[in-house]
Each structure stands twice: as C-alpha cells, then as structure tokens.
C-alpha cells in the first residue's frame, strides 16, 4: 500500500500525461476520505521516500484536523501537533514545501484548538516554549522555529481561516475568530515582537555571510515574523484597503515601551544599510507599519521625539542618491497629520531634516517627494500650533528645485535623445496637481519665481525667431522650457482652491496669466509654418485651471485678475477671455489637418475640455460668442480641414471627430429647443455627406476608399451629436433624420464591409449610442412607433453583421478580437442598451 500511495503521489505532481494525473487524483481523493487516512498518513511520514508523498501525508492531516463533523478528539491532536514538532526537529532538510506544509498543519492545529482545556490548562497556546528548542539548536532549525511562529501569526490574523471553525458551534465563525485572535494578540504577540526583535539584533550584530543560504533564509524569515506581528489586526477591522483611516496601525497600550525606545525603530534603518538590497522591501515594509503608528500611543513630546528619529532616519536613506521612492513612499505618507492635527508640521519640517529631501533621486521618486510636501503644505490651513512650522522656509525652495529640474532636464533630454516626461500627460498631470498645493503656500515667491523664468525664455524664444541663424536645437529647447511654464503657471492657478486666497494673489495670478496669453499670440502668429504639439497641449491644460478658477457665477466680478488684464490686454471680463479662448481653438482646429501641427490629442482637448464650461450661465455666455456661432454654422472641411477626406491618415485618426461634435451638439442643444429649422441648418453638411455615400452606392463603381472615409467620418459626428442630445426632444429630431432615409446606407455599409473592423465598428458604435436610453430620452409615447422601428433597425443590422461575419471563417488567432469578437462586443450593447 505504502508503494501504492508513493506511486500515485508522484504521478499527481510529476505526470504531464492528463489522463492519468486525473486517475491518480481521484484515487488519492478516495484516499483521504477513508477511515484509515489518519494511521496511513503516520505512516508514509515514517517511512515514506518520496517528498510528495509526506506533502501528502501532511496535506490530508490539515484537512483531517479542520473537518466540521466529526473532529478528531483533544487527545489525538495533542499527539498531533507534538509528533509534527518532532518530525520537524528531527529532520530539518526535509524539501521546503513539506516544512511548510507541516508549519502550516501546526498553525491550523493550534489556532483551532486555542480554547481547548485539558487539566485546566490551555494546551495549545505555548507557542513560544514549542519553538524554544529550534531557536537553540542550528541555523536549519531556527529558520523552522522561526516560520512556525510567522505562520502562526499570519494564520490567526486571516479572517479566511474562519472557513475551517465548526459550524455546529453556537458562536458565529467570525465571532469566534476574532475572540481567538484577541486572546493571541493579549498573550503572545508582543512576546512573539519581542523575539523577533531581539533575534533581529543579534543577527545584525554577527558578521552574517549572506552568501550562505541557511543564514540568508533565516534573516528573511525573521523580517518575515516581524512584519506579520506589525501586520496584525489589532481591533478586528478587516482592514479595507480602500479607506485611508484604517491605515492606521492600532497598537496595543501594553506595547507603548518598544516604540518609545528608539532602538527598536534604529534597528530597522540600521538594517536596511547593512544588509543586501534584495531585502529592503521587506526592510521597509517593517518601517511603514511602525511610521503607521497610531498617535494617541504617545503625548506630543514623545510622538515629536518618535517622529524625529522616524525622519532621521528616512533622510538617511535618502542621502543614498540611487534610491527609489516607489518602495519608501508610504513612510512619508505617514508623516502628515491629516485631520487631527495633534503632531503639527513643525516635527517634522524643523531643523535640516526636510531641508534634505531634495531631487537628485531617481526620476521615478519625484512623485513621492511631491506627494510628501504636498500633504505638509495642505495642513497649514489647519494648524493650531504656536510653534513654528518652518514651511514658509522650506516650501518655496521645494517649488523652486521642481521648476528648475524640469526646465534644465529639457536641454539635457533633447541632446541625449531621453525619454521626455512632457510626453506622458497623465504624469504630468499627476505631479503638477500635487505642486499646485506646494505652490500656493509662500504664493508670493512662487509667482515671483515663475515671472522671472518666464521671462526670460519668452525673451530668449522671442530672440531667436527673430534670428535668421537660429538653430532648431535652441528653438526645440526654448519651446520646452515654455511648455513646463505653462503648465507649471495653470497648476498654481488650480491651486487657488487650496488656500484662502488674497486680492493680491489675484493680481499675482493676472500677471501670470497675462504672459501666457501673450506667449499665445506670438505661437498662433507661427502655426501656419510650425507648431509645437506639447506647447499647445499645455495652452490646453492653462484654459482649463484658469476656467475652474476665474469662469462662472462665483466668481468677483472685481477680481484683480481681471482689472490686470484689462490694464495690459485690454479684457474687461471673463466674457472677453472666453472669446480669446475660443478664438485660440478655432485657430488650432482649422491648422490641424491642414499642415499638421497639432494632432487628434489636441483636438479632443480643445473640443472636449475648453468648450464646455462648467456652469450653465457660462456655456449661455460661451454660445452667444461670435466665433462659437462661426462653428456651429461652419463645421465643414472647407474652415476646418480635419473634417475633410484625408487619403494618407489612417481610419482611426478619424475619433477625435466624435469629440468634436458632441462639444458643438452640447452648444447647439442650449438654445435649440424644438427648433427643427436650426437643426436643419446645423445639419446641411452631414446630410450632404449622407447623399455622397448613397449617390456612391447607386452605382456599380465606386471610389472604395473615399466611399470608406466619408463613411466613417460621418458616423463618427453622428455619434457624438448622438451622445450630446439626451433630451428627448432633440433626440428625435436626430432620429426623424436618420430614418428612413439614411438606415439603408449604414445597413448597405455593413453588407459590404463587414470584413473591415475600421468601417463596422464606428457603424456598430453609433447604433449601440442610438438605442441607449441616456436620460430616459427613449421613452416614447404609448402612440408612437418610433420604438418598434429603432428596434427593427437596430435588429436588422445585428442580423446583417452577425450572418456575414460567420462566412469569415478561420481566422489568425492575433486579429480574431479585431475581425469578430469586437463587434459582437458592440452588438451586445446595442441589445443591453435597447429599453425594449
């Protein structure tokens, strides 16, 4: 039988041929449920030859000891749990995965049991004395004593593991869970810390060889222990990761001395210097738990004197200039009170230490530095503290090393051909809403800074257009500085919001705000010839702080922006601002596909951001404004050239189209009402595009291509005119117009290029958008059959779609999402979305 056993073990794990893994399952299945399962598994222990015959042996007696009926009695798991801890000393080398399928059948013994009396005694919970002897004996055996009690740890902490209590028990499992790991934490896990600590120290203080593996495992295990006594659920919160409160580590009263000692935390900076890299996470993971200390452990005083050596060492590791951020950041993070400020910014932003969190750091750090001083500089508002904080010191020198590091790193990515940060907007994005915290505070050095840098590149820039001898170089580097600027200028701008904001502030942002108008003027003058993309796009970005900020009812109309701008531009008020704003996209639309400096990225920013304020009264004031009217009534390729059939770009460079129109449909919809003939107007030029392609299929040859483009130029306006009118009442005006008359030529489209994803699926996309019941606005009349024949349309192009493209028939397994599975995606949502 014991051959028997070995034989199927190593045909489960060892096999690849399926069928017989699976015989080899099932009749080890049958194995474990057998009445004797419990002496054949001592017996493959003792005398098995296998590993995976004792995995085996030890997976089945964790499932023996975690059955709901019919437990084994007290006794036999005593006998258990000691014979395991034997077999455990006796053979230290056993393969890793059968220790830590015993470790595992030991904490599942002891968390299960950890009621359970004999004699009046708790016979389960002397877990320190069951290890004692391996942390004696050798390296191999401390590692075992050592994972036995992580494992322990970490098994009484996972709420998972409620799944094994008895279900006839009278108490719920959760319940009873949480009683056993409050007794554990009351009883044995400071003790549990405590030698985890101690074995830490003497570790560090012996010259480990790393090399060896033993001793290699053995500080693994021991960072392992640690962090999972850190990690503990101290008050049964279940900790959802989602909530920024239960960050906090609530650490027991009766644990207040191993943190007030300032050895414990040394301990683990003195760590991660001495030890190999391949344990800083692990290292630091230690750290973010004792940094995530709850602070009613402490009175100010020792919370101050904490927090100290918390930063000092932090700026140690810092000094080390390869280091990263990614890993550290959560320390930092845990620095900054957020609304309980009993510990204010001035513990930490004393002295020298966060003089030193500088930028020389990799790239990839910058965020988390930000992310640090952003949080100090968002507490101001709200500290009470008398003492001083030293942010008015610290945070301007902070603003001033970002400003500067990204305008000098332009020369240096351009001449080296680097990676430019400019081209991922969302960073970007991300680090210019955390300065524009820290540029607020201290705003009259920030302002004063940005003027002076502006300035001069903007006069440099200036001098070199002038200059017959300029070299593309100096251009390229000049219109980088002046896109960080921009950017920079429209993120302090946003962060108006974060402080209580002074009059002055105000005229400080109309002078800033002034330069990048006029910036603006000198680029619209050179985009005929040459224009910079990522300049544009952080115009772009500038328009939408400053309409948040300056553009709406909440706004003075005394503002001393405003007067600064009337004074240098002559704009009187946010009316006039809207009209140079628009003015700049209409200029940017009618280039773009013209000569191509701008690509569909602007585009969609332009259309989709800039034009649609957010307030009602603004959009009414935005609509009544001659250049919005101009493209209302103009959206034709002849006044803006990416509208036209461009045979060179590609058929998706089309999207931004679907941007476009749902921008002017939103604008038309403000005073559109019922009124048919203005939408008429409004749609001359898609209805003759829609009499193009049907003239086109009228007759037996036609130009494929151009016939394509002006396809699938079209149905992308349809959709996002589709996506702006969800009132009913405009609605059915788009739906009067398509149909009858235009459905035939989308369902013809489909008949013939079905096999083109580019074609079908912008046609599929306006569907699934004219069948969605966005604001109830399919809810027609009991009378009415418009229902009835959009859903007649939309089932007679599903039906088109679904029988051509089944005679595709194989396809190449890369393009089979592309060539079918895609518009059947789409297919899905027209039905989903149908109210019918």
């Not at 959802?240 to 580590?249: G, I, K, Q």
């Amino acid at each position: 039988l014991l051959a028997q056993l070995e034989n199927l073990c190593k045909q489960l794990y060892e096999t690849t041929d399926t069928g017989t893994r699976l015989q080899a399952e099932k009749a080890l299945v049958e194995f474990t449920n057998s009445p004797e399962c419990l002496s054949k598994c001592q017996l493959l222990l003792e005398r098995g030859s296998s590993s995976y015959s004792q995995l085996l042996a030890a997976t089945c007696l964790t499932k023996l000891v975690s059955r709901t009926n019919n437990p084994l009695p007290l006794e036999q798991r005593i006998d258990i749990r000691n014979y395991v801890l034997n077999y455990l000393a006796t053979r230290p080398k056993l393969a890793t995965f059968v220790t830590q399928a015993l470790i595992q059948l030991y904490a599942r013994i002891t968390k299960l049991g950890w009621f359970d009396c004999q004699k009046d005694e708790y016979v389960f919970r002397n877990v320190i004395n069951d290890v004692t002897r391996f942390l004696q004996d050798s390296v191999e055996h401390c590692i075992i004593g050592v994972t036995i009690l992580s494992q322990l740890t970490n098994e009484i902490n996972q709420v998972s593991a409620t799944a094994f209590l008895s279900e006839a028990d009278t108490t719920h499992p959760l319940t009873k869970h949480r009683k056993i790991a409050s007794s554990f934490r009351d009883s044995s896990l400071f003790d549990i810390f405590t030698l985890s600590c101690s074995l830490l120290k003497q570790a560090s203080g012996k010259n480990l060889n790393l090399n060896d593996e033993s001793q290699h495992g053995l500080l693994m295990q021991l960072l392992k222990l640690t962090h999972n006594c850190l990690n503990f659920d101290f008050i049964g919160t279940s900790t959802d990761e989602s909530s920024d409160d239960l960050c906090t580590v609530q650490i027991p009263t009766s644990w207040r001395s191993a943190f007030l000692d300032s050895s414990t935390l040394q301990l683990f900076f003195d760590l991660y210097h001495s030890i190999p890299p391949s344990f800083s996470p692990l290292v630091l993971s230690c750290l973010v738990q004792i940094a995530s200390v709850r602070r009613s452990l402490f009175n100010n005083a020792e919370r101050a004197k904490f927090l100290s050596h918390l930063v000092d060492g932090v700026k140690r590791i810092l000094e080390n200039p390869q280091v990263s951020l990614a890993a550290l950041h959560p320390l930092p993070s845990h620095f900054i009170p957020k609304k309980s400020f009993s510990c204010p910014p001035g513990h930490l932003a004393k002295g020298e230490n966060c003089a030193a969190l500088h930028w020389e750091f990799a790239p990839n750090s910058v965020h988390y530095l930000l992310s640090l001083w952003q949080r100090l500089a968002a507490s101001v508002p709200y500290v009470k503290a008398t003492e001083p904080h030293m942010l008015e010191t610290y945070t301007p020198e902070v603003t001033k090393a970002y400003i500067t590091s990204r305008l000098e790193s332009v020369h240096i990515i351009l001449r080296d051909g680097l990676e430019d940060p400019l081209e991922d907007t969302g960073l970007v994005q991300q680090q210019l809403d955390q300065l524009s915290t820290i540029g607020r505070c201290e705003y009259e050095k920030t302002c004063a800074l940005l003027v002076q840098l502006f300035d001069q590149s903007a006069q440099s820039y200036q001098e070199l257009l002038q200059s017959a001898s300029a070299s593309p170089m100096d251009l390229a580097v000049q219109e980088g500085r002046l896109t960080w600027l921009v950017y920079i200028i429209g993120a302090v701008i946003g962060g108006r919001v974060s402080f209580a904001s002074t009059d002055e502030q105000d005229a400080m942002d109309g002078e800033l705000v002034c330069r990048v108008l006029q910036l603006m003027n000198l680029t619209d003058s050179r985009l005929a010839q040459a224009g910079n993309e990522k300049l544009e796009l952080a115009m772009l970005s500038f328009f939408e702080q400053f309409r948040k900020i300056y553009i709406g009812d909440q706004v003075q109309k005394s503002s001393k922006l405003y007067r600064r701008l009337s004074e240098v531009l002559g704009l009187n008020d946010e009316t006039m601002v809207l009209s140079v704003f628009i003015g700049k996209i209409i200029t940017n639309l009618k280039y773009w596909g013209r000569c191509e400096p701008i690509t569909s990225k602007t585009l969609q920013l332009n259309s989709a951001a800039s034009l649609t304020p957010c307030t009602y009264s603004s959009v009414r004031k935005l609509v009544k404004l001659s250049a919005v009217q101009f493209m209302l009534n103009n959206h034709t390729s002849e006044h803006f050239s990416f509208l036209g059939i461009n045979n060179q770009s590609n058929l998706t460079d089309m999207r931004c189209r679907t941007t476009f129109y749902t921008a002017l449909g939103r604008l038309l919809m403000v005073d559109l009402g019922e009124d048919e003939d203005q939408y008429e107007q409004f749609m001359l030029p898609l209805t003759a595009a829609f009499e193009a392609v049907a003239q086109m299929f009228s007759t037996n040859s036609f130009n494929e291509q151009e016939a394509k483009r002006t396809l699938v130029g079209l149905v992308r306006d349809l959709r996002g005119i589709a996506f702006a009118f969800n009132a009913k009442s405009s609605f059915m005006m788009l739906f009067e117009w398509i149909y009858p008359s235009y459905m035939p030529i989308l369902q013809r489209a489909i008949e013939l290029w079905y096999h083109d994803p580019a074609c079908t699926t912008p046609v599929l996309k306006l569907m699934a958008e004219l069948v969605h019941n966005r604001s109830q606005r399919l809810q027609f009349d009991v009378s009415s059959p418009n229902g009835i024949l959009l859903f007649r349309e939309t089932s007679k192009m599903i039906t088109t779609y679904g029988n051509r493209i089944l005679t595709l028939g194989e396809v190449p397994k890369d393009q089979v999402y592309a060539l079918k599975l895609k518009g059947m995606e789409w297919l899905g949502m027209d039905w989903k979305s149908h109210p019918a």
